[in-house]
């Protein structure tokens, strides 16, 4: 409670310290953070117009068909690419969860 509002906004994985890599904690990380113990962070481009490219290109995904019924399991098989999407509070309490930057950004463009 003790940070700023700024570095509040930043979100939780931009400043909180991981979890020990042994330990109740890391097991509690493993079974509901997926793949941290492998995962780099990086901060989004902060240029408007290469976040903008970023955010279209991502949007284009959103329009792709879902329904696979007709591939076949080769087909299947040789698929290089998924995108998965989910829906998150952008905060729980005082703390952002993701950046408040991305938040704002997104109801701008989205």
Same mark, same amino acid.
């Given at each position: 409670?003790?940070l700023?509002?700024d570095?509040k906004?930043?979100?939780?994985l931009?400043?909180a ?10 097991? #509690?990380w493993d079974r509901?953070m997926?793949?941290w113990r492998?995962?780099r962070?990086?901060?989004l /481009? *902060?240029?408007p ?6 955010v279209d290109h991502?949007?284009k995904?959103?329009g ?9 399991e080769?087909?299947r098989s040789?698929i290089?690419? #998924?995108?998965?999407?989910r829906?998150?509070a952008?905060?729980k309490?005082?703390?952002w969860?993701? /950046? *408040?930057?991305v938040?704002d950004?997104?109801r701008?463009?989205?």
């Open positions: 409670m003790a700023s509002q570095e906004e930043k979100g939780v931009q400043f310290q991981r979890p020990p890599t042994e330990g109740i904690v890391a097991k #509690l509901h997926g793949s492998n995962a962070y990086t901060e /481009p *902060k240029d117009e290469k976040h903008k490219a970023l991502i949007n995904w959103k792709a068909s879902t329904d696979t019924s007709d591939l076949g080769a087909s040789e290089e690419s #998924l995108s998965i999407e829906r998150i952008p905060r309490g005082n703390w969860l993701i /950046p *408040k930057h938040v950004d997104h701008h463009t989205g």
